[in-house]
């Protein structure tokens, strides 16, 4: 009860800091004429996806790669199968071509590389397999030419506007980004502390923990910015912000943990990526199924039933 207590306080510090660092870095954005399009694309997608970041960090400093594989794979299979489904639920998103023809495959595409690199024993014949320090700079390689693309998107004269309602002020603001950095690394740390502690008492192994619980806890503030931005029948947000952090998980969460300490694959772990790019691919499919470029409230029915199977099956695999 102790370590769930931990476990909950963990979470709620990182989601409160994440919002927090969100607030206080667009105010800061929007002082230097940032547009509104760049900031949904950078800022709220990095903060978003810190949760899962600080608790990678922490998760792999102390050696716990299992929660730090298992919290990115976790996550990413969350995002689609049930924050969409959640999301699609409320209201069916139509998703514009650039992001069924560029940013879905995008995605894809990473969960493809991961499936690569995690693969040594396969492609390389060695008897273990491991994300190793250059596998990591390969994953930032690839983070960079998205952000390469996110910059074009931003230099189009279409994509200028800026809103000016809500201002911070510059104190506040660089307040809230250092408080939300801060708040950050005491939840991160707490979560994994949690974590690690119910998954010895349960007698289950930390992957299992990372893929669900830890999974889902850092993944609140994507089901929370989609869900709105679905009720407010905004689906270019609601997708959006899945898509990108995914991207986002991959090749820059576990990119950095990867460099900071190579992370070991453990067993059963290749099913989870292959479940990954199943979904993935079922995304990208979707937009082609029903009515073209809608992700309708039957295929978010479809979504959300998966999910439970996929959490069925690996809390009986333990």
Request: hydrophobic share 55%; net charge positive.
């Given at each position: 009860?102790?370590?769930?207590?931990?476990?909950?306080?963990?979470?709620?510090?990182?989601?409160?800091?994440?919002?927090?660092?969100?607030?206080?870095?667009?105010?800061?954005?929007?002082?230097?004429?940032?547009?509104?399009?760049?900031?949904?694309?950078?800022?709220?997608?990095?903060?978003?996806?810190?949760?899962?970041?600080?608790?990678?960090?922490?998760?792999?400093?102390?050696?716990?790669?299992?929660?730090?594989?298992?919290?990115?794979?976790?996550?990413?299979?969350?995002?689609?199968?049930?924050?969409?489904?959640?999301?699609?639920?409320?209201?069916?998103?139509?998703?514009?071509?650039?992001?069924?023809?560029?940013?879905?495959?995008?995605?894809?595409?990473?969960?493809?590389?991961?499936?690569?690199?995690?693969?040594?024993?396969?492609?390389?014949?060695?008897?273990?397999?491991?994300?190793?320090?250059?596998?990591?700079?390969?994953?930032l390689a690839f983070f960079g030419i998205f952000m390469y693309y996110i910059a074009s998107i931003a230099k189009d004269p279409g994509n200028t506007q800026t809103s000016t309602g809500g201002k911070i002020g510059l104190a506040k603001s660089l307040a809230m980004v250092i408080g939300g950095f801060i708040g950050l690394a005491f939840g991160g740390k707490l979560v994994v502390e949690g974590a690690v502690n119910i998954a010895s008492g349960l007698g289950v192994s930390q992957s299992l923990i990372g893929l669900t619980i830890v999974a889902a806890g850092t993944s609140l503030p994507e089901l929370a910015t989609s869900a709105v931005a679905a009720?407010?029948?905004?689906?270019?947000?609601?997708?959006?912000?899945?898509?990108?952090?995914?991207?986002?998980?991959?090749?820059?969460?576990?990119?950095?943990?990867?460099?900071?300490?190579?992370?070991?694959?453990?067993?059963?772990?290749?099913?989870?990526?292959?479940?990954?790019?199943?979904?993935?691919?079922?995304?990208?499919?979707?937009?082609?199924?029903?009515?073209?470029?809608?992700?309708?409230?039957?295929?978010?029915?479809?979504?959300?039933?998966?999910?439970?199977?996929?959490?069925?099956?690996?809390?009986?695999?333990?």
């Amino acid at each position: 009860m102790a370590n769930m207590v931990i476990l909950i306080a963990g979470f709620a510090l990182l989601i409160k800091s994440a919002d927090f660092l969100v607030s206080g870095a667009s105010a800061l954005a929007k002082r230097i004429g940032v547009s509104d399009l760049v900031i949904g694309l950078t800022v709220v997608a990095f903060g978003t996806s810190t949760p899962e970041l600080f608790v990678n960090l922490f998760a792999s400093m102390q050696g716990n790669t299992e929660i730090a594989i298992g919290n990115v794979i976790g996550s990413n299979i969350f995002n689609i199968m049930l924050i969409l489904g959640v999301a699609s639920l409320i209201y069916p998103l139509s998703v514009s071509k650039s992001t069924v023809w560029k940013e879905i495959p995008f995605s894809l595409l990473a969960v493809l590389v991961l499936g690569a690199l995690a693969n040594d024993a396969l492609f390389d014949k060695l008897g273990y397999s491991t994300l190793t320090r250059i596998d990591g700079f390969v994953f930032l390689a690839f983070f960079g030419i998205f952000m390469y693309y996110i910059a074009s998107i931003a230099k189009d004269p279409g994509n200028t506007q800026t809103s000016t309602g809500g201002k911070i002020g510059l104190a506040k603001s660089l307040a809230m980004v250092i408080g939300g950095f801060i708040g950050l690394a005491f939840g991160g740390k707490l979560v994994v502390e949690g974590a690690v502690n119910i998954a010895s008492g349960l007698g289950v192994s930390q992957s299992l923990i990372g893929l669900t619980i830890v999974a889902a806890g850092t993944s609140l503030p994507e089901l929370a910015t989609s869900a709105v931005a679905a009720y407010r029948k905004n689906a270019d947000i609601a997708v959006g912000n899945i898509v990108g952090s995914n991207i986002f998980n991959i090749f820059f969460i576990l990119g950095i943990s990867s460099l900071i300490k190579p992370l070991p694959i453990v067993s059963g772990a290749n099913i989870d990526i292959l479940v990954l790019i199943g979904v993935s691919l079922l995304l990208f499919f979707s937009m082609f199924t029903g009515k073209r470029k809608i992700i309708d409230r039957w295929e978010g029915v479809v979504f959300i039933a998966l999910y439970s199977v996929y959490v069925i099956y690996i809390i009986k695999r333990g």
